[in-house]
């Protein structure tokens, strides 16, 4: 079974601090995406990597980055944390093979105070 | 650019009665379709996916969906519920030949005693 795990369940920050939230799946998976989920909006898409080092904008990228050092290590960085970013954060992870199907972690929740 | 649309944003139903949850999509190609499912402080699991040949796909705890193409829809039913199918389903539709997989905004289905 594939196993993505986000590093902190609940998490409260700041506004203007810097945050990171770590993600690491152990499949081996070439894609992985940063999603936020708010009420009524459902699953927004942030940034996706298709390889190390490599990204893509999302659709809602401003206010984040993100890195890719290694493989199965996928973080999203909130450069300076406002209120609008308190959401619950999900990360996925994917074979880079047509219609394969995402998994994801069980999710972050960010309040910025 | 690919849209989802899942009009129904809370649907109760009780427990043993069918359900349908709706989805409709908008894609300039041809794409493979996803429906998710997300438990209470969970993390989405995949509940089933369409990527070609039949129209009608199923999962193995009885919810079926049909991929109609003329009227682009992938609706989600069962024929008789149960306590446990209490959650959120999500639509997702990821264009052939891209990366980028769009979420609808997400059904909640609560299943009354």
Redesign the interface.
């Known amino acids: 079974d594939v196993k993505?795990t986000q590093s902190s369940r609940y998490l409260v920050k700041r506004t203007g601090e810097k945050v990171f939230l770590e993600c690491v799946q152990d499949m081996d998976h070439e894609?992985m995406?940063w999603?936020r989920q708010d009420p009524?909006?459902?699953?927004?898409?942030i940034y996706?990597s298709?390889d190390v080092k490599m990204k893509?904008k999302?659709d809602i990228p401003e206010g984040y980055s993100v890195s890719r050092e290694k493989k199965e290590r996928f973080s999203l960085i909130l450069e300076s944390a406002s209120t609008n970013q308190t959401s619950m954060y999900?990360c996925?992870s994917r074979k880079?093979r047509?219609?394969s199907?995402?998994?994801?972690?069980?999710?972050t929740r960010l309040t910025v105070t | 650019a690919q849209s989802v649309t899942q009009l129904d944003s809370q649907v109760p139903v009780f427990e043993e009665a069918p359900v349908e949850l709706r989805c409709n999509y908008s894609s300039s190609v041809s794409v493979y379709l996803f429906w998710y499912v997300q438990y209470p402080n969970q993390g989405l699991q995949l509940l089933l996916k369409y990527l070609s040949g039949s129209t009608l796909v199923e999962s193995i705890n009885g919810f079926e969906a049909e991929f109609n193409k003329s009227q682009t829809s992938f609706h989600l039913r069962k024929p008789s519920v149960h306590i446990s199918d209490t959650a959120e389903y999500f639509c997702a539709v990821n264009p052939g030949g891209y990366q980028k997989v769009t979420f609808g905004t997400g059904t909640k289905l609560q299943v009354i005693p």
């Open positions: 993505v894609n995406f999603y009524g909006l459902g699953l927004r898409l996706f298709y893509e999302g999900l996925a880079d047509e219609g199907p995402l998994h994801f972690g069980n999710g």
